[in-house]
């Protein structure tokens, strides 16, 4: 459905993306990560048609985008956008007039679960709460894809809960792509299916969530029995402490020798790892 | 691209109530300042100079809006998943009813406040100055429509194409005419003449034609411009 090929985007003398190569085509919920500046939010202005490529084309749903042919598939709403300033449940009327495929009754169940005043003027709101209704507005969209940058940002505990069980309730009701960038890795793993790591314009992994939670794992021990014991491992990070190593791996398991601690990595601890340390083959 | 008409309804409403609400305030204080300065006149007995008409700043409501549209609202009608080609109809809706409005409103005034105030000052009307009420009501109501058209279109375009770094080639381009063949007699004389046919010409026929042709061609443009336009 989405499809990068060979896609670089430049601003003046800055590579935001360098030669990207990507498919994505189940419908699933996915993680997007990256330090800041790695270049998500120009990955998905691209899926979106807000900009276009320096280099290579995207399609969607094989059709080429770009500003000439945004795809009318794709919903992006970016979290920072500035609105109208009016009621916001004038603000959804005005959403719905202007897409006839939103979801209403989606979208009005959802303000009164996460209990959005409809008579509140958007900048009333907290930046948490308009965000959380900018995100509803693009879950209520029948789009086939959603894109939703940063969608939890200045959102307090519980309502990042709120926003994963809403995530979670809008796939099932209509299972689509959605991907979601975020820099709240853990809690995203929760719901995301497939990862996406970017790092400094290019993609640094794209892999299944089951996968990485197998294939990621590290090995504590002496630092010479470390070193024989990764030989031929895919290592992304080490850091050694007072004779003791430990190695960061992405890869298949090993049954390490008696003194190595083997362990899995969460996903912050393994995104961490990887963009703080060496590059690895791409699984996929 | 296919247009729908819900979504251009939507888009011509919001640009009526939203942003372009400083273009009416701006015109309401400018229309006031001119009746307050006619009736201190009146009510100090001190019959001056010619005073320009109220009126005129009814135009600040068209050309703020011709501004404020493409600067303000595009993005944000984008922000909701508008679509570029329902902005496009929707925009040259509220241009059409702007204009409308506006040379019924103007004209009215003319005909009835502005004469009454005569006696207290010359009222300068520029539908006056320009020679607009020189044929009769109809043809002065469809020559203010047809260049305010012209007008607003015009704005919008220069407005919507700021983003663009041949954009600020255009406005260079613009300033340099004006510029450069201001102070050479020969080329002063195409302008003038540029002018007197898109602004004091004296056939109102062909002043409406020319009017309403470069207003479509012009607006026309902006097809392109919104295809290319980043949001």
């Known amino acids: 459905m989405i499809k990068f090929s060979n896609v670089t985007k430049e601003y003046r003398n800055t590579i935001a993306l360098d030669n990207i190569n990507l498919e994505l085509n189940e419908n699933k919920i996915y993680c997007l990560l990256g330090r800041n500046g790695a270049g998500k939010t120009t990955f998905l202005k691209l899926i979106a048609g807000h900009i276009n490529t320096t280099k290579g084309y995207v399609t969607v749903s094989n059709r080429l985008v770009s500003t000439f042919d945004m795809p009318e598939s794709v919903n992006f709403i970016e979290s920072r956008a500035s609105q109208f300033n009016m009621p916001i449940g004038k603000l959804l009327n005005l959403a719905h007039s202007l897409n006839p495929d939103l979801d209403m009754d989606f979208a009005k169940d959802l303000m009164k679960k996460f209990k959005l005043d409809k008579n509140k003027k958007y900048k009333q709101l907290s930046f948490g709460m308009q965000t959380m209704f900018t995100t509803l507005l693009s879950l209520a969209s029948r789009a086939r894809v959603v894109i939703l940058d940063e969608p939890v940002l200045g959102f307090d505990a519980i309502m990042r809960e709120r926003f994963y069980e809403m995530l979670q309730y809008s796939f099932e009701y209509n299972p689509r792509i959605i991907i979601v960038s975020t820099h709240l890795i853990d809690e995203i793993s929760r719901v995301a299916e497939d990862i996406i790591i970017i790092e400094e314009g290019s993609i640094l992994l794209h892999s299944n969530m089951n996968d990485l939670d197998e294939k990621a794992y590290s090995l504590t021990g002496p630092t010479s029995e470390i070193k024989t014991a990764v030989k031929g491992l895919n290592v992304i990070n080490e850091k050694t402490l007072g004779g003791y190593t430990t190695a960061y791996i992405f890869g298949d398991r090993i049954t390490p020798a008696s003194n190595i601690k083997l362990q899995s990595l969460g996903l912050q601890e393994f995104f961490v790892n990887i963009v703080g340390g060496g590059d690895i083959e791409d699984e996929n | ?231």
């Open chain 2, 1 to 231: 691209m296919k247009t729908n008409i819900k979504s251009v309804g939507a888009i011509t409403r919001i640009n009526f109530t939203k942003t372009t609400w400083i273009g009416y305030l701006v015109a309401l204080i400018g229309a006031l300042s001119t009746y307050i300065q006619v009736l201190i006149r009146y009510v100090i007995n001190m019959p001056g100079e010619g005073i320009t008409s109220a009126e005129n700043n009814l135009l600040l409501i068209l050309i703020l809006s011709a501004i404020l549209i493409p600067a303000v609202n595009f993005k944000k009608i984008m922000h909701l998943n508008g679509r570029k080609i329902d902005f496009f109809w929707g925009c040259i809706f509220n241009y059409i009813i702007l204009s409308a409005v506006l040379s019924i409103v103007i004209l009215v005034l003319n005909k009835t406040i502005d004469k009454s105030m005569n006696s207290v000052a010359e009222i300068w009307d520029i539908i006056d100055i320009f020679g607009w009420t020189n044929n009769g009501i109809l043809l002065a109501l469809v020559r203010q429509f047809s260049f305010y058209l012209l007008l607003a279109v015009t704005l919008h375009t220069l407005t919507l194409i700021q983003t663009f770094w041949w954009g600020w080639v255009i406005d260079f381009f613009i300033a340099s005419i004006i510029s450069v063949f201001t102070p050479i007699k020969m080329l002063r004389k195409l302008l003038v003449d540029f002018f007197n046919v898109i602004i004091f010409n004296p056939n109102p026929l062909h002043h409406i034609a020319i009017c309403l042709t470069l207003a479509v061609l012009i607006y026309s443009f902006n097809i392109s411009i919104l295809k290319r336009k980043k949001i």
